[in-house]
C-alpha cells in the first residue's frame, strides 16, 4: 500500500511496499484490527470504518451482523475467511481460519529483531534449511508464501439489553523440523523451529449511550518461539537454543459512534504494548559458548477520528480522518560472553489527515478510493553498536509517510457483495488487484 519502497534494511520497523501486511507502526491498523477488501480499497484503519470485521476489534459487535466471508491475496497462498452462525436467545457463534496476524505484533517482531541483530556463533550447518547461524528471515515465522499468517479465531456474543458482550479466544502457529544423518561424515544433526500465539480478547458495545454507542475491547496474546539445533561430528558437537519467555501483549480500544443526521462521526482511542525477550544459549564446535539475550518492545498509541457524509442520497460517501499518534520500538541484543550491549530504539510521532470516497458508480458498481498522509511526522532513532552510537532525527524521509488505495465493489446478486482491493503500485500496473473476497450478508 506504498507508493515506493522503504529502505528496510536500515529500518527495520517498517512494511514492504505493496505488503498485505497489517502495519500499525506505520499508521494503517492496530494488531488485532484485520484489513478486509473494503476497508483496504478506503486507506482508512479498521477502528475508523462500520463493518463486519469490526467483531475481531471487538468481539461485542459480532451482534450486529451475520456474515459469511472468503478473501484471497494474490501472489501467495494467502486465503482467509470464515462465517457467524446465530443461535437461539440473542447468541452468536463465529469461526473464522487463517486470519492475517500483524506482522509488527510481538511474534512478528521476531523477524525484525533477529534481521537487526543477527545472531552469529560461529556455527556449521549439518541441516538443509539452516544456516548454523541465523537472521530473522530463515526464521520464518510469519511465513507468508508457505501458510496464511493464522490459524484459528473463535468468538462468542450475547446481547444483554443495551450491551452485546463478546469473547474472542485465537490460536496460530508454525512449526518447521529438519533432521539430517550423513554416513559419510558420521554427521548427525536436528534442527526444530516452533512458534505459538495464544490471544484473547474481551468487548463490550454499549447502544443508545447518548446519541450514539461506545465500544470498548481488550486484548492479549501470549507468543511464544523455540528454536533447538544441534549436530555430531567426527571432530565434535555444536548446539544452540533461542527460547522467548512468556510475556503476554495488551492491547485496549476505545471508540464513539455517533449519529449525525444522516453522517456519522466517529472517535477512537488505541493503545498496543509489548515486549517479547528471548535467551540464546548454546556451544560451537570449538566449545565457544554461546550466550546472548535479545528482546524486541513497542508502545504504539493513536487517537483520531473519521467523519462519514453522505451526499447525493447515498450514492456518495466521503470520510475524512484525522488523528496524532506516537510510536517507541526497542530491539536489544547482549552477548553475555563479550560483554558486548547492542539496541536500536525508534520514536516516530505523527499527525495523519486523509479522504476516502465511496461511490455508488453504477446500480451494482461501487468505486473505492482514499489518500492519507502524515502532513507532520518526526522519526528518531539510536543505534547503538560497540563502537558507535547513531543517533538520527528525520521528517518524511521514507513513503511509509503516504497511503493511496484503491477498491472496486460488486452486489452481483441480494445481500452477496464481491469486493476488489487495487495496490497502490497500480500506477506501476505490474499488479492490478492484489486482493478479492466474497461476503454474503445474512
Known amino acids: 500500500m506504498f507508493a515506493e519502497p522503504p529502505a528496510t534494511a536500515t529500518d527495520p520497523t517498517v512494511c514492504a511496499a505493496g505488503s498485505s501486511d497489517n502495519c500499525y ?9 484485520p484489513l478486509d477488501t473494503q476497508t483496504r480499497g478506503l486507506g482508512v484503519p479498521n477502528r475508523l470504518i462500520e463493518s463486519d470485521m469490526n467483531m475481531f476489534m471487538n468481539p461485542g459487535q459480532l451482534m450486529n451482523y451475520g456474515t459469511a466471508y472468503l478473501e484471497g491475496w494474490l501472489g501467495a497462498n494467502l486465503v482467509w475467511g470464515g462465517a457467524t452462525v446465530p443461535l437461539p436467545a440473542n447468541q452468536k457463534l463465529a469461526v473464522f481460519v487463517r486470519r492475517p496476524l500483524n506482522a509488527n505484533s510481538a511474534l512478528g517482531s521476531t523477524q525484525a529483531l533477529f534481521d537487526k541483530f543477527p545472531q552469529a556463533g560461529g556455527l556449521t550447518s549439518g541441516v538443509t534449511g539452516y544456516a548454523g547461524d541465523f537472521t530473522g528471515a530463515q526464521l520464518g515465522i510469519l511465513n507468508k508464501t508457505n501458510k496464511g499468517f493464522g490459524n484459528l479465531d473463535l468468538m462468542y456474543g450475547m446481547a444483554m439489553g443495551d450491551l452485546n458482550l463478546g469473547l474472542r479466544v485465537s490460536y496460530a502457529n508454525m512449526r518447521n523440523g529438519v533432521d539430517t544423518a550423513v554416513a559419510a561424515t558420521g554427521t548427525v544433526a536436528k534442527y526444530m523451529m516452533s512458534a505459538h500465539n495464544i490471544g484473547v480478547g474481551l468487548g463490550v458495545q454499549w447502544k443508545n449511550l447518548g446519541p450514539g454507542y461506545l465500544d470498548l475491547s481488550l ?21 544452540t537454543t533461542v527460547k522467548s519467555s512468556a510475556a503476554p501483549s495488551i492491547g485496549f480500544l476505545g471508540r464513539y459512534v455517533m449519529p449525525v443526521g444522516q453522517d456519522r462521526l466517529i472517535i477512537a482511542a488505541n493503545f498496543d504494548q509489548y515486549k517479547m525477550p528471548y535467551e540464546i544459549r548454546g556451544a560451537n564446535l570449538a566449545a565457544t559458548a554461546i550466550s546472548h539475550g535479545a528482546s524486541a518492545s513497542a508502545l504504539n498509541i493513536a487517537l483520531d477520528a473519521a467523519y462519514h457524509q453522505m451526499f447525493q442520497e447515498g450514492k456518495l460517501k466521503v470520510i475524512y480522518s484525522a488523528g496524532v499518534g506516537t510510536a517507541s520500538v526497542t530491539y536489544t541484543s547482549v552477548n553475555n560472553v563479550t560483554q558486548s550491549n547492542l539496541s536500536f530504539e525508534k520514536d516516530h510521532f505523527y ?22 498522509k502524515n502532513v507532520f511526522s518526526n522519526k528518531t532513532s539510536t543505534d547503538k553498536t560497540a563502537t558507535q552510537t547513531i543517533t538520527t532525527d528525520r521528517a518524511f524521509f521514507g513513503e511509509d509517510e503516504l497511503i493511496v488505495a484503491m477498491g472496486l465493489g460488486w452486489t452481483p446478486a441480494d445481500k452477496v457483495n464481491i469486493d476488489f482491493a487495487m495496490n497502490a503500485n497500480a500506477f506501476k500496473l505490474d499488479t492490478f488487484f492484489s486482493a478479492v473476497s466474497a461476503r454474503y450478508h445474512y
Do not use: C, W
Not at 25 to 33: A, F
Not at 351 to 372: D, L, N, S, Y
Open 351 to 372: 499527525i495523519p489527515v486523509g479522504v476516502a470516497v465511496e461511490h455508488k458508480t453504477f446500480e451494482t458498481f461501487k468505486t473505492r478510493m482514499g489518500v492519507r
Open 219 to 239: 486484548s492479549s496474546d501470549l507468543p511464544l518461539m523455540n528454536i533447538e539445533y544441534n549436530t555430531t561430528t567426527t571432530t565434535g558437537s555444536e548446539n
Open 25 to 33: 507502526l506505520s499508521d494503517i491498523n492496530g494488531v488485532n484490527q
